[in-house]
């Protein structure tokens, strides 16, 4: 396993590597000028521009300002926001990532427990009424853009019934010193609609991946001789065909890691979350490079990271991968 490991983490490091060497070149030749955004309430002289050039290096060569900047990320610095200038970018993503980790988690949690279980529901009721409406609300689920429901969820949940705050991740007017579960409260009431929003529309990909999958494994030879020697069919789905049936899942879930982080910028913007997610929508309308670039390589770090997840998740369920 060392072995496979070490190629595995040579493999990730290369696909890092490419990965940041494609988005730094891609976003310096983007049109527009990152700092028309940080001067435009006000008149500057060409002097002055050229100054600011100077200071955030955008006068300088591409590849020069390449090698600045991978020199400088080695040693953990990401350089400094143009957009929300002195504000250095690494502070600015670490101040963003628990907002990140709490909605993408909340999402991937209840995308895989609730999404897995309604799809080995419906595999073993197939045909049936509770698998027929199930795949219609998946469908219409995964066919439902995030940023129109949550702006449904908005009207009638906050605007409408005022049952939910519609905005932040917090009550600016409660107390901080307020007791520990009415912040924890607070804090779920402004968590349900965002997470409720993403996991809805990820949720059924899980289900019809997992009905698929399940399906598959239930016809399979061993599945026949299990319910032979007399076990249940809850034993027979649960203890026999489900790990089998784990393997298109595990895909889906390496495929979905960045969600723990990024979220969805849309959803994260009408909700005005402030997570890693928002922040890339800033960095992206105020042309900042340094900071859209640090957003851009957490995701692209856990997208590798992902797969190297999904790798390992086969390398311990199947014994065949495990193989020379």
């Not at 696909?15 to 310096?28: G, K, P, Q, Y």
């Not at 219409?140 to 939910?164: D, E, I, K, Q």
């Not at 399906?215 to 790990?243: I, K, M, N, P």
Request: net charge positive; proline share 5%; with cysteine.
């Amino acid at each position: 396993m060392i072995g496979w490991l070490i190629r595995r983490g040579l493999q990730a490091v290369l696909t890092f590597a490419a990965a940041i060497v494609i988005l730094f070149f891609l976003m310096r030749v983007t049109p527009g000028d990152p700092l028309m955004r940080m001067t435009e309430d006000r008149q500057i002289s060409v002097a002055e521009m050229a100054r600011l050039k100077h200071r955030f290096g955008l006068d300088q060569p591409l590849a020069l300002q390449f090698i600045t900047f991978t020199s400088a990320a080695i040693r953990g610095d990401l350089g400094v926001s143009i957009y929300r200038y002195p504000d250095r970018v690494l502070d600015l993503i670490v101040a963003r990532l628990p907002a990140s980790l709490l909605l993408g988690g909340t999402v991937l949690l209840l995308n895989f427990t609730i999404g897995v279980w309604l799809g080995v529901l419906q595999a073993a009721r197939r045909g049936q009424f509770i698998d027929r409406w199930l795949t219609r609300l998946s469908l219409s689920g995964y066919a439902m853009p995030s940023f129109w429901l949550a702006l449904v969820l908005v009207y009638f949940l906050s605007t409408r019934w005022r049952l939910l705050p519609s905005a932040q991740m917090t009550d600016p007017l409660l107390d901080p010193s307020a007791p520990f579960a009415v912040r924890t409260f607070d804090l779920l009431r402004h968590l349900l609609m965002p997470a409720f929003t993403l996991a809805i529309v990820t949720i059924a990909a899980t289900m019809q991946y997992q009905r698929t999958a399940m399906l598959e494994v239930l016809r399979l030879d061993f599945v026949l001789a299990a319910r032979a020697r007399g076990l249940t069919e809850s034993q027979v789905r649960w203890r026999h065909a489900w790990r089998n049936a784990l393997f298109p899942v595990l895909t889906l879930f390496g495929l979905w890691l960045p969600i723990l982080v990024s979220g969805s910028v849309f959803v994260e913007r009408i909700f005005n979350w402030p997570g890693l997610g928002s922040l890339a929508w800033e960095a992206i309308n105020g042309r900042d490079y340094p900071l859209l670039l640090g957003t851009s390589m957490i995701v692209t770090l856990l997208v590798i990271l992902g797969g190297v997840c999904t790798d390992l998740g086969y390398w311990l369920l199947d014994p065949r991968v495990r193989r020379p």
